[in-house]
């Protein structure tokens, strides 16, 4: 009888090890789950914490630029605040309509208006006149001149990294130059250039086999032609001075201007004014 009793109390001593084994197995595995739990929660409240510094950050520099643009149109110092206001409000109806031009006019965009920022297209249609054709297509110049500036700091870089690696050596092609591009490069941006002999007022470059030069226009009468030596020297030519730049480039002088219908433009421009004087009335 007595080996029975021990085997029972073995069998109940092997029982509740076994159960307590499997609570403390319980108990880790819910640890673990409230640590991943908390884990999650922690990266989600930081995910948002970013996201709002971020928002904030923006509206500062949303702030700014409003009032670097602002400085802009202190020419007249004596000029009251008021009056610069109103200049601010008449040139940010300005950038909403054009915007929406373009979105409509899809031709008459260029890849590089993607890094144009909200005080570039201030800037770029501050003095801009909307209400005759010549006007509307100066503007629309004006704002891709802006976006190509903007890419031409980026291209400048990596056409000097590219001498420092290879030298005074011309690339086969504006290809060749993808590498040297810090964050990439979108290549609708890069193609719209070409490799180039240097042209006689950039003489002055110490590199002397090549510059990156625009390829084609979108408005070849108002666009403004840009090339860009090995050492960073750049080339500013006004579609205006069309003998000037067929001299360097045979391709811009033959793009001809996409057809819009200018004049249903024009009328809504009109139009909007009009809207806009209503409703200030």
């Known amino acids: 009888m007595l080996p029975g009793l021990l085997g029972m109390l073995a069998l109940g001593g092997l029982c509740l090890y076994l159960l307590s084994a499997q609570v403390w197995r319980d108990a880790d595995a819910r640890k673990a789950n409230a640590s991943r739990e908390n884990s999650a929660k922690e990266e989600r409240t930081e995910a948002l914490r970013a996201e709002a510094e971020a928002l ?7 702030a700014a630029q409003l009032e670097e643009l602002k400085l802009l149109l202190l020419s007249p110092m004596e000029r009251a605040p008021a009056d610069r206001a109103e200049q601010v409000r008449r040139i940010t109806e300005r950038v909403r309509w054009l915007r929406k031009t373009f979105q409509t006019e899809p031709q008459l965009q260029i890849p590089e208006m993607a890094l144009l920022t ?11 006149d909307l209400s005759t054709e010549e006007g509307l297509r100066k ?11 903007r890419f031409q700091g980026k291209l400048s ?45 950039m003489m002055e470059s110490a ?75």
Do not use: C, H
């Open 56 to 62: 904030a950050k923006e509206q500062v520099q949303a």
């Open 118 to 128: 909200d005080l570039d297209w201030l800037v770029a249609l501050r003095f801009a």
């Open 139 to 149: 503007a629309m110049a004006s704002v891709r001149t802006e976006a190509k500036r």
């Open 157 to 201: 870089t990596a056409v000097k990294k590219y001498v420092s690696a290879i030298g005074d050596v011309r690339p086969e092609s504006v290809q060749a130059l993808i590498p040297y591009f810090k964050d990439g490069v979108d290549l609708a941006m890069l193609q719209r250039r070409e490799v180039a002999g240097l042209y006689a007022s």
């Open 207 to 281: 590199v002397k086999s090549f510059q990156i030069q625009d390829r084609v226009p979108v408005d070849r009468e108002n666009d403004t032609f840009m090339a860009l030596s090995g050492d960073g020297m750049t080339l500013r030519i006004s579609g205006q001075n069309m003998g000037g730049i067929k001299s360097v480039s045979k391709n811009w002088s033959d793009t001809p201007l996409p057809p819009v219908n200018w004049a249903t433009y024009l009328l809504k421009q009109s139009q909007s004014v009009s809207a806009t004087q209503t409703r200030e009335r």
